[in-house]
């Protein structure tokens, strides 16, 4: 079973440039996660996606972020423009639906470490 | 608002010993995750505990979980050098949302 994919795994941007992250989750999983984590911390969510809705973006920086996903599968993350503070790795997770399931089990991709400069 | 503890932060230890890692989490929960991260790498699942007593055991790891002290465990018996990473616990938040909220992450290193 193909894993969490997400591209590209790192990316180094000027400050106020945009930037873009791609991720294709597990098939068949219908809970899609953006995570941000900064070095030496936790994953903080920032949005999460049940199919092609939203649930909850509530930490998500909607001044600058913005994420999608269309047709219930793969999800793109944007910040535009990007502040130095954005540096950190972005990592896309994914999981089966947990009410029927039981269990709310997250898979990882391996990340983008952004770099602002 | 749900809150999670992890202790120690960080630990450093030697080959051969044994050690626990604590999960501490403020509100009733009765499913709880514990991933590891390696530097650099993404986070990888490790245990899945889904109800009160559950113990799960994978080589020299094992945690459980007990849901009415709100604390799971996980133990490292004779610790061997590739075990050293960070390892996170999560718990599933029970509400519609099906969040998990995260610990800081503890991070271990196993001198040889």
């Known amino acids: 079973e193909a894993g969490v994919a997400q591209s590209p795994r790192y990316k180094i941007i000027e400050k106020r440039q945009s930037v873009a992250f791609w991720c294709n989750p597990i098939?068949?999983?219908?809970?899609l996660y953006w995570y941000q984590q900064i070095l030496g911390q936790g994953p903080k969510l920032l949005i999460q996606f049940q199919n092609n809705g939203v649930v909850d973006d509530s930490q998500l920086p909607k001044d600058r972020f913005s994420a999608e996903r269309l047709k219930g599968v793969d999800s793109t993350l944007k910040i535009q423009p990007a502040k130095l503070e954005d540096s950190a790795v972005y990592l896309c997770a994914s999981s089966l639906d947990r009410p029927r399931w039981g269990h709310n089990e997250q898979f990882f991709g391996p990340g983008t470490r952004l770099t602002v400069l | 608002e749900l809150k999670v503890e992890q202790n120690p932060l960080f630990l450093s230890m030697q080959e051969g010993k044994n050690y626990t890692i604590y999960c501490n989490y403020s509100?009733?929960?009765?499913?709880l995750y514990w991933y590891r991260q390696d530097p650099g790498k993404s986070l990888e699942s490790l245990f899945v505990?889904?109800?009160n007593g559950a113990v799960k055991q994978e080589g020299r790891l094992m945690a459980s979980l007990d849901t009415k002290a709100r604390l799971s465990t996980l133990h490292i018996t004779a610790a061997v050098h590739d075990l050293s990473a960070t390892y996170f616990c999560?718990?599933?938040?029970?509400?519609?949302?099906?969040?998990?909220?995260w610990g800081a992450g503890t991070k271990l290193i196993i001198k040889p």
């Open positions: 505990l889904l109800s």
């Open positions: 999560a718990v599933d938040a029970l509400d519609s949302n099906y969040q998990l909220i």
């Open positions: 098939s068949g999983h219908a809970t």
């Open positions: 509100t009733t929960s009765d499913r």
